[in-house]
């Protein structure tokens, strides 16, 4: 798989990408209103597929990318999403994924797109009432699995070649609720004796990107990223690659899902999981004229598509849970 796509595939998701309008038209659209465990309800207009369903529905995600690449990225599954189902998708842009579960939670998204660690915490400790339709994927017949990569400058600091060198170091994270970017960092530290909170100084950066692109600049001596954002990093951010190394691989992490809240009729997510997983994907995208190769279809929508969902993958994150007894890993009050 080509590494210089690899961001685009998994950070830059397609159906995070379905931004039809910024933040504050997505949640001041007259015709969509959705409160706390109601369905949206819209004024006006019918879906042509079904009757019963709604024409439009409001996607949240952590938001990173300008308004033009998202519209360009979105392009297939919008109207894939419109052809088929009669749907319209709108984005409320979080600033963390905790924003994005509270978002779903007040009923202000009924789509969000997940990470791992992000969904175990809506769906197990909040209990959110909602269901995946999806896993993201990069290729076909995978399982959407990535990996957190602990890396450092070589040249600023050449003692660090191991995870047991992490302590007394100045550590990035990206977020509380990030998968790559904390959950398994965190379980990774404490397999080598070091307390996460204290046997460090832990500084939150923001994102995966940011993390690398920290240790790079020196502002962090460890810095926690993923397979699919160090590229980007190379690539997009221009950082040589003489200056960031792997030094520490976590176990493979669950792919990422698209959780949809019960809100939505069942009967809509069923086929929104039957549109993802057959007909969302660059293979379709070529057959039906979208783009000419797969290559393209993959540079332009991020990712190759979606697989099946399938809860039984996050039981691994549940189990990293319990063992690093992260903050965030508690049960809803």
Not at 78 to 89: P, T
Not at 133 to 140: Q, Y
Not at 170 to 190: A, I, R, W
Request: net charge neutral; glycine share 8%; aromatic share 8%.
């Amino acid at each position: 798989m080509e590494q210089a796509r690899a961001h685009n595939r998994k950070h830059n998701k397609l159906v995070r990408r379905c931004l039809m309008a910024a933040l504050p038209l997505a949640l001041g659209l007259a015709t969509i209103t959705s409160g706390a465990g109601a369905s949206p309800r819209v004024h006006s207009e019918t879906n042509p597929v079904n009757a019963s369903w709604p024409t439009s529905l409001i996607l949240a995600s952590v938001g990173e990318e300008n308004a033009t690449s998202l519209l360009q990225s979105l392009a297939p599954l919008q109207d894939v999403f419109k052809k088929e189902l009669g749907l319209s998708l709108k984005v409320y842009t979080g600033t963390s994924y905790a924003a994005d579960i509270e978002a779903q939670e007040a009923g202000k998204a009924q789509i969000v797109e997940y990470g791992p660690f992000s969904y175990v915490i809506a769906y197990y400790f909040q209990h959110l009432k909602i269901e995946s339709v999806g896993v993201e994927l990069d290729a076909p017949h995978t399982n959407g699995g990535y990996w957190s990569y602990g890396v450092v400058d070589p040249q600023r600091t050449p003692d660090i070649t191991s995870v047991k060198d992490f302590a007394g170091k100045k550590v990035c994270f990206s977020d509380p609720s990030s998968t790559s970017g904390y959950l398994y960092p965190t379980y990774g530290l404490l397999l080598a004796g070091i307390n996460p909170t204290t046997g460090i100084t832990p500084v939150f950066a923001g994102t995966d990107s940011t993390t690398a692109i920290d240790v790079a600049k020196g502002s962090c001596q460890v810095g926690y990223t993923n397979n699919f954002n160090l590229p980007e990093v190379f690539s997009q951010n221009h950082i040589p690659r003489s200056e960031l190394k792997i030094v520490w691989t976590s176990p493979e992490i669950p792919g990422n899902p698209v959780g949809v809240s019960d809100s939505v009729p069942a009967s809509l997510r069923a086929a929104m999981e039957k549109v993802l997983v057959n007909d969302a994907n660059s293979n379709y995208f070529v057959a039906h004229g979208y783009c000419s190769s797969v290559t393209q279809c993959d540079n332009l929508t991020g990712q190759w598509g979606f697989g099946p969902p399938s809860d039984a993958n996050y039981s691994a994150v549940l189990k990293v849970c319990q063992i690093t007894k992260a903050p965030t890993c508690k049960l809803s009050s």
